[in-house]
C-alpha cells in the first residue's frame, strides 16, 4: 500500500496472492512492490506513474517499461526488457524472482551520511571502501532519489580500488532548500577477470543547521505610520524562476533552532505571510481558529500573538539567474519595540533563500488633544513645514510670577491607531475583498479594525473586546503610564485611567456593518481629563511632551506655555533735532522651523515703525524704528512685537529727545538799495493740529505778518519783505518761524 498511495494513475491495487510466475506477474506490479519495499525513493520518481489496476494490455506495456527503467536507475543490469514480464515465460520469471531475491537486500543502506551545514553552503563528507582480495575492484558510483541533483561525485561515478587498499570517496552536497534532502549513494560492482564485489549502499540525509540571511535591511518608522521600503533582492541561483515572498515576523532576532522552526512553519503554512488573508468575502471577522492563535501554556506569552507589521503587495517574483530586483515591502509598527521580518523566497524546483529586514518602532506623531473652553488657550497658527503641515500642539500662556492649572481633554480613541488598524486590514484582503469594500464603503469600519486589533490582543483583552457586558466595570477601561519631557515645569500624574470607548468594543454581529463615525456619534463623552500644573521659570516658550503608554496603545500629546513679561527687554534711546529723523534697525533672528508673522504695536509720540514683518525660518530681518520729533521735547514710548506664530512678545522701552531744531533751508535774496525786494517762504505742519506761528528775526531790514497760520498737515506760504539801506552783504543766523498755539 506504501508503494501505491501517491499513485497518479488509480487507486491503491488489491492484494493477491503469487500463485502463477506468468499471469500473476504480467502487470509489473508484484515485481515494483518488492522492488520498492527496498528501494522506496524509487516510488516518487518511477513507480507513481504506473498502473494501479491496469485494464488493457498497453497498459501492462506501459509498467513493465517503467519497472524496466527502474532497474537501470539502480544498476540492476539483467538484460531483462519490458516484453519479457508482461508477455512472460515461467521459467524466465521465476529466475528474474530469484535474482531479485539475492541482490535487493544489498541495496538496504549500510550508513547514513549526515550533510550539516548553513543554507546554500556546500559540505563535503567522504565515504572510505576496502578490497581485501587481490583483484582490482571497480564499483559504478550512482546517486539516486528525489533531492540526488543536490549531491555531487566531483571525480566522477567510477571508482577502481586497487588489491589490497582502501579509496576514499568524496560526496558534496549544496543545499538549496530549507527541507532536508534525502538520497542514496550506489555503489554497484563490475565484474573484471570473473571478480565481482557485493553492492554497497549509503544513506544520504541533509540538516541546515544555520540559516543566513542574504542580505539585512533595517528601517524605521513613528508608530502607526505606514513606511515604504525597498529590498534588493539578488538570486543566488543560475537558473530563472518564479519565486513565492513569505514574510515571517518575530520580536528578537531568532537563533539557529528558532530559524529552523520557523523555516519548517513556512512550508507547513502555519506562520504570518503576505499570503493569507484576515478578512473573507463573507464575514467581517474570521474564526476563533484562524484569528487567534494558541497562546503558550508555560508563560502565557506567544512569539505571533501580535499584529502583524510587515507586508508585502505582491505575492511572487520572478527573478533571472544570478540578477536582482527589488521587493516593495510595507512597515506599519504597533509597539515601541524591534520587529525582525524574516522573507523566505521559495520555488518548489530552483530552491530557497532568505533575506531579514530590522524594523525599529519610535514614538507615534502627535496627537491632537479636543477642544479646552479656557482664557489660557492662546490662539496661534502653526505652519510647521515637514511631514505634517500643521502640528497639533496645544498652546498655553500664562504670567512669568503665576501658576497655570488646566484640565487637557484626552480622546477616548486613539485615531492614529485606528487609521493604521484600517490600513493594515487593507493589506491583509485580497484584491476581491478590496475592491468589494470600497464600492460598499466599509474599507475603514470598526469591525475590520476590530478583527485587525484582535490579533495583537491576549485572550481576557479579546474577551473583553467583544464580550465587555459580561466582565466587571474595572476592565472597562485602560490604565496609562504618563511620561513628560520637562518634568520641572510641569507637574503631571503618573498614570490615567481612559474607558473604552463603545468605538472600541464594537460587536462583531451587531456592529459588522457599521461605520466609526456612526458609532462615534451615539457615545455621550468624548474625552477623559488630565489636570496639569505649570510653574514657570523664566519668560519663554515651554514645549512639552507627553507620552502615554499602555498595553493597549501608544499616544503622544504636545502642549507649548508661552510665558511673557510686561517690563521691556532693552531699552532704547533717541536723540535728534526737531524734524530730524534718526532711524534704528532692531534685528529679528528666526531659528525656528516656522514662519515667523510679528505684530508691531507702538506707543509714544514721534515713533514710527511698519505693522507688521514676516521672518522666514533660520533667517534675520530688521525692523526699522524711526524717531522723527517736530519740536523740543522728551518723550517716552514702548514696541511689542507680538510673534501671531508662537504667541511669544519682545517688548523694548523708547525715550526720544528732541532738541532745537536745524534750519530748514539756506536762504540768499538779491536785492536793491532802497528798494523792497519779496521772497516767499513755504512753512510746512507736521502735526495733525492747527498751528499758529510767531515769527522773529535778527536781521533788522527784513519784515514780514508777525504770526502765520497753517492748518493740521498741510503747507502755508510766508511772504518777506527785505529792504537794503545801504550796499553790502548782510547775514541772519536765524529766522524763527515759533509755534505760538
Known amino acids: 500500500k506504501i508503494a501505491w498511495k501517491d499513485c497518479q494513475k488509480g487507486e491503491v491495487p488489491p492484494m493477491r496472492w503469487i500463485v502463477n510466475f ?5 502487470d509489473g506490479l508484484v515485481l515494483a512492490a518488492q522492488v520498492a519495499a527496498y528501494c522506496p525513493y524509487l516510488i516518487s520518481t518511477h513507480f ?3 498502473y494501479s489496476n491496469p485494464g488493457s494490455p498497453e497498459q501492462c506495456l506501459h509498467n513493465c517499461l517503467i519497472l524496466v527503467n527502474a532497474f537501470h536507475a539502480i544498476s540492476l543490469d539483467i538484460g531483462v526488457q519490458a516484453t519479457d514480464i508482461c508477455d512472460p515465460n515461467p521459467v524466465m520469471m521465476l529466475m528474474l524472482c530469484v535474482y531479485l531475491y539475492e541482490r535487493l537486500p544489498q541495496y538496504l543502506p549500510k550508513k547514513t551520511l549526515e550533510f550539516s551545514g548553513a543554507l546554500h553552503a556546500t559540505v563535503i563528507r567522504q565515504v572510505r571502501l576496502k578490497n581485501p582480495s587481490f583483484k582490482p575492484l571497480v564499483y559504478n558510483a550512482t546517486i539516486v532519489g528525489r533531492e540526488s541533483a543536490d549531491f555531487l561525485l566531483p571525480k566522477g561515478n567510477t571508482v577502481i580500488i586497487a588489491p589490497k587498499s582502501k579509496i576514499n570517496i568524496n560526496v558534496e552536497f549544496t543545499s538549496h532548500f530549507l527541507h532536508p534532502a534525502e538520497a542514496m549513494l550506489l555503489l554497484v560492482s563490475k565484474t573484471v577477470s570473473g571478480i565481482g564485489g557485493t553492492t554497497v549502499t549509503f544513506s544520504l540525509k541533509s540538516k541546515v543547521s544555520r540559516i543566513d540571511p542574504a542580505g539585512v535591511l533595517k528601517c524605521k518608522s513613528p508608530c502607526y505610520e505606514l513606511k515604504k521600503v525597498s529590498l534588493n533582492v539578488t538570486s543566488p541561483f543560475r537558473t530563472d524562476g518564479i519565486f513565492r515572498v513569505i514574510l515571517v515576523e518575530s520580536t528578537t532576532y531568532l537563533t539557529v ?4 522552526h520557523q523555516a519548517s512553519q513556512v512550508k507547513q503554512g502555519k506562520t504570518h505571510s503576505s499570503e493569507s488573508n484576515v478578512l473573507n468575502s463573507t464575514s467581517d471577522l474570521v474564526s476563533e481558529d484562524v484569528l487567534y492563535h494558541k497562546e503558550n501554556n508555560s508563560n502565557g506569552f506567544n512569539r505571533f500573538n501580535h499584529l502583524q507589521e510587515f507586508f508585502s503587495p505582491v505575492s511572487t517574483l520572478y527573478l533571472e539567474g544570478r540578477s536582482s530586483a527589488n521587493l516593495d515591502l510595507y512597515f506599519l509598527p504597533f509597539n515601541l519595540e524591534k520587529r525582525y521580518c524574516t522573507i523566505v523566497l521559495i520555488n518548489d524546483l530552483v530552491g530557497e533563500f532568505v533575506y531579514l529586514v530590522e524594523g525599529t518602532c519610535g514614538i507615534p506623531l502627535p496627537s491632537g488633544l479636543l477642544p479646552m473652553d479656557s482664557p489660557n488657550v492662546l490662539r496661534i497658527s502653526s505652519t510647521l513645514k515637514g511631514h505634517r503641515v500643521v502640528q497639533p500642539v496645544l498652546c498655553l500662556k500664562c504670567g512669568l510670577t503665576d501658576m497655570l492649572e488646566e484640565k487637557l481633554k484626552i ?4 485615531e492614529a491607531r485606528e487609521k493604521a488598524l484600517a490600513i493594515a486590514a487593507q493589506q491583509r484582503m485580497s484584491a476581491l475583498e478590496r475592491e468589494r469594500r470600497r464600492v460598499t464603503g466599509t474599507l475603514e469600519s470598526s469591525s475590520v479594525r476590530v478583527a485587525v486589533a484582535a490579533l495583537g490582543l491576549s485572550r481576557i483583552e479579546r474577551d473583553t473586546l467583544y464580550r465587555p457586558t459580561k466582565y466587571p466595570q474595572k476592565s472597562k477601561s485602560v490604565d496609562y503610564s504618563i511620561e513628560v519631557s520637562m518634568p520641572e515645569y510641569f507637574e503631571i500624574p503618573e498614570k490615567l485611567s481612559i474607558p473604552v470607548s463603545a468605538t472600541s468594543r464594537v460587536n462583531s454581529k451587531a456592529f459588522s456593518e457599521e461605520d466609526h463615525q456612526a458609532v462615534k456619534a451615539t457615545d455621550e463623552e468624548t474625552a477623559v481629563e488630565l489636570p496639569i500644573k505649570f510653574t514657570p521659570q523664566y519668560p519663554g516658550r515651554y514645549p512639552c511632551q507627553i507620552l502615554l503608554q499602555s498595553s493597549y496603545d501608544i ?7 508661552v510665558v511673557n513679561i510686561d517690563s521691556a527687554e532693552a531699552e532704547l534711546e533717541f536723540v535728534t533735532p526737531a524734524y530730524q529723523a534718526v532711524i534704528q534697525d532692531l534685528p529679528i533672528i528666526n531659528m525656528s522651523n516656522q514662519d515667523w508673522k510679528l505684530q508691531a504695536i507702538l506707543k509714544g509720540h514721534c515713533f514710527y515703525g511698519p505693522p507688521l514683518i514676516y521672518v522666514g525660518p533660520g533667517e534675520t530681518t530688521q525692523y526699522p524704528l524711526m524717531f522723527k520729533p517736530i519740536a523740543e521735547c522728551v518723550t517716552l514710548g514702548k514696541l511689542i512685537l507680538q510673534n501671531e506664530t508662537d504667541g511669544t512678545e519682545h517688548i523694548f522701552s523708547l525715550k526720544g529727545i528732541g532738541r532745537k531744531p536745524l534750519a530748514l533751508d539756506h536762504i540768499v535774496i538779491d536785492c536793491q538799495v532802497r528798494q523792497i525786494t519779496q521772497k516767499v517762504l ?8 492747527k498751528l499758529t506761528y510767531k515769527v522773529t528775526s535778527d536781521l533788522p531790514m527784513v519784515a514780514g505778518t ?3 497760520t497753517v492748518e493740521a498737515d498741510d503747507t502755508a506760504a510766508y511772504s518777506l519783505n527785505v529792504s537794503a539801506w545801504k550796499r553790502g552783504i548782510f547775514k541772519a543766523w536765524k529766522h524763527v518761524l515759533q509755534n505760538g498755539g
Not at 506468468?22 to 504480467?26: A, E, G, I, P, V
Not at 480622546?411 to 486613539?414: D, R, Y
Request: aromatic fraction near 6%; glycine fraction near 0%; charged fraction near 20%.
Open 706 to 708: 508777525p504770526n502765520l
Open 411 to 414: 480622546p477616548l480613541i486613539n
Open 682 to 689: 513755504m512753512v510746512p505742519n507736521y502735526t495733525k493740529n
Open 22 to 26: 506468468d499471469r500473476d506477474l504480467l
Open 257 to 260: 533552532p528558532e530559524q529552523l
Open 555 to 561: 499616544r503622544v500629546y504636545l502642549i507649548e506655555c
Open 48 to 50: 507513481v506513474n504506473m
